[in-house]
């Protein structure tokens, strides 16, 4: 498999080391290509997203890395956009669209923060209903091209299970009608949905996002997908590769998609 990711945080949001550190773990874990997509700007999360200032200056660095490694990996210039972020004021090699908050009784319930203001939220503006929270996921992440006309990747898209090892959650048949009825409708805008292993790295799941459940729905409408580990530490950029092209070969994928100077390319896993 040639080694990519296009979903990389750094110490410009809520990553741990800087675009250059990840850069040279990168090459030095044999990588092709390297795309950075830190946070987009949102105002409940302004410690770590980033400002039009902020992104200004990410902006410069990763352009400075991508020159100064042009002869060693391919880096890319991207962004992980909010389904509540503003629109962005800066054009970008691509955008992952993600939902990371819920809208609730006029405010915004972070979805994976941490595990405890995930239940306290549940608790206070869903009654603790485990399906009402996942209805109201489903319905903001199936608006997804609405608000980000220019997504380019759907972002980890069945975030919501990110506490369900550490939380002992069993999702039931009415969650997974829900959850397969979104994805369907989000196949249809011909974007690749993410295998997203970050969650593995961080130590609250053993397997990738999203459940094969519903992968298997993505490929049987004809979606693609990308493999990315949602770095926020170099040490983790490959972190859960080999169990997400396992989970990819067994819902009957045999490709997945990279970005390269001539664009999204499909390559074998
Ligand atoms: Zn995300
Ligand atoms: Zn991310």
Redesign the pocket.
Known sequence: MVKTNF?THSVFCDGRDTPEEMALAAIEKGFSALGFSG?SFFASDADFSMSEEKQRVYREEVLRVKEKYKDKIDIFLGI?Q?SWSPPLAYPYDYV?A?V?NLRRDGVFCPI?HNADLMLKNLEAHFGGDQELYAEAYFAELVQLFDKIPAADVI??VD?ITKYDEVLSIRRSARYFSMAKEAVRRLAKYGKPFEINT?AIGRGYRTAPYPAPELLSVIRGEGGRIVINS?CHHKDFLDCGFDLAVDLAKDCGFSSHLILTKNGWTEVPI
């Open positions: 979903h946070h992980e909010d992952i993600s990371h994976d972002g980890h975030l970050g949602d």
